[in-house]
């Protein structure tokens, strides 16, 4: 990102509830999924999103942190998290539903009734693709950590230094982690986004995570969304207590503290990568899922 822009950009992200992996943290997902989805699924959803370019999915993947802040969708703000009231201090980390989703919902509730929406037969074509364009979202957020936390409302109202600037822990790993860490690629963020993918897709298919990508999907259970979305936000949940809140960085501790330093930075930055790739990744079996349920197209003809 360039400097130039940053004053417009803090605008935007300082809004209350700052929301999300940032712009890169998303397109990445989005483009990863749209790598790995089945080709009678990218045909499906190209159709219905009405784009046949590359970017048909990363185009649509911050819709709803847009919507999120438009009078209409402001209903929709608490569903891009879980505040999960555990204890890192006390390295006690979980996420219990009936205890941290709040009334108006959270991203466990928004993730299972998007999904409902998105595969129920009665859904019109706009709802349909108002329930993709969510789901490629929070799909994406759910595998932030500190969108399964409570503590200081995510990270959001917790002070900290980030090269030599005072920023909010929140941010740190949504926005300045990912962007550091990607510093060797394009300096335009979508583009960055699209190589960014590449690797993490090389990665995926036949580098470092080759041998463990199947354990990603081990907790997937198309017919039960609401455990698959509990399991993987328990997980996220869990690097709370062991990526960031490490050693000598506990929640009492971390105040102020220089994030940007070897030993906090690079065990975060591996985190977030595998973070990245977990959610592209996840992100194509469910939607390929969808569009199995909803594809009528000529499947012969096509393939
Ligand atoms: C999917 O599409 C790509 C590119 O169009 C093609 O090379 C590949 O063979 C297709 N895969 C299948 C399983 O049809
Ligand atoms: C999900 O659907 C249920 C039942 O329709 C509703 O009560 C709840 O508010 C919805 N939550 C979200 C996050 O959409």
């Not at 198309?222 to 207590?241: G, H, L, Q, R, Y």
């Not at 973070?275 to 990744?281: E, L, M, P």
């Amino acid at each position: 990102m360039k400097i130039s822009v940053e004053p417009v950009v803090l605008g935007l992200v300082s809004l209350p509830g700052a929301i999300a992996w940032g712009q890169l943290g998303h397109y990445t997902t989005a483009y990863l999924g749209s790598y790995f989805v089945s080709n009678s699924t990218e045909a499906y959803l190209k159709d219905l999103l009405g784009n046949t370019d590359d970017d048909y999915l990363a185009g649509i993947s911050t819709f709803a942190d847009d919507f999120a802040h438009s009078h209409e969708g402001d209903f929709t703000r608490g569903w891009h998290y879980i505040d999960a009231h555990d204890n890192p201090e006390a390295e006690d980390c979980n996420v219990d539903y009936k205890r941290d989703c709040k009334e108006g919902g959270c991203v466990i509730s928004a993730l299972v009734n998007m999904t409902e929406l998105a595969l129920n037969s009665q859904t019109s074509e706009k709802d349909r693709r108002f329930a993709v364009k969510m789901l490629v979202h929070f799909i994406g957020d759910l595998h932030q950590p500190l969108h399964n936390e409570d503590i200081s409302q995510g990270g959001t109202t917790l002070s900290v230094k980030w090269q030599g600037d005072e920023r909010n822990l929140h941010k740190v790993w949504d926005t300045l982690i990912p962007e550091k860490f990607t510093e060797h690629l394009h300096s335009r963020q979508n583009r960055r986004a699209l190589e960014w993918a590449q690797e993490l897709a090389g990665e995926i298919s036949n580098g470092k995570f080759a041998a463990e990508k199947d354990s990603w999907l081990k907790d997937f259970d198309p017919s039960d969304s609401f455990n698959t979305v509990m399991k993987w936000s328990n997980e996220a949940n869990d690097f709370v207590c062991d990526n960031v809140f490490i050693d000598n960085y506990e929640p009492s501790e971390i105040k102020g503290k220089e994030l940007s330093k070897k030993d906090y930075y690079d065990q975060a930055s591996s985190l977030i990568e595998k973070q990245i790739a977990r959610a592209g990744y996840r992100m194509a079996a469910w939607l390929d899922e969808i569009a199995r349920n909803n594809w009528h197209g000529q499947d012969n003809a096509e393939l």
